[in-house]
């Protein structure tokens, strides 16, 4: 996936990519999370997130993202590339981009090298049931939204 821009727009902000200012605060705030999850663990607001380690994708440089993640079985685990709803968020384009070069972080349980897999029609179906049982609000979301958000099955390398 090289193309980060989507046509969905319904129920988001009207103005175009983020700018270096608001990266700059999101990456801030990410860093942020990744320290409480560090420290106190993983739940936040009644879901678990663990912090994914991708590459840049123009830049090459290392990235750590808190990822709401869902089980799905004793070693894989589903993360779902919402982004606001308007585009493909930053972490899932570099995930895409240099899956080779992608881990998690999980408390308790340390680095794990992961392999991503985008998950497509019934697979992708499956899992979105297990998603929206799990946390009603993606349903919520996907339906403001006019693209259909990317799901990734998250397995050890």
Do not use: C
């Not at 009644?46 to 840049?56: K, R, S």
């Not at 794990?112 to 609000?137: F, K, M, N, S, Y």
């Amino acid at each position: 996936m090289t193309d980060n821009k989507q046509a969905g727009s319904r129920g988001q902000r009207k103005s175009g990519s983020p700018g270096a200012m608001s990266r700059w605060v999101q990456r801030r705030m990410n860093a942020r999370t990744n320290a409480r999850i560090r420290r106190k663990g993983g739940r936040v607001m009644g879901m678990d997130l663990l912090i994914l380690q991708t590459v840049g994708r123009q830049t090459g440089q290392p990235r750590e993202t808190p990822v709401t993640w869902f089980a799905n079985g004793e070693d894989d685990w589903l993360i779902v590339a919402s982004g606001g709803g308007r585009r493909h968020p930053d972490w899932y384009v570099n995930l895409m981009a240099h899956p080779d070069r992608a881990s998690i972080e999980l408390p308790g349980r340390g680095t794990v090298p992961v392999t991503p897999h985008r998950l497509d029609g019934a697979d992708r179906e499956q899992a979105w049931q297990r998603i929206v049982d799990a946390q009603p609000r993606y349903a919520k979301y996907q339906r403001k939204s006019d693209r259909e958000y990317p799901v990734v099955r998250l397995t050890p390398r």
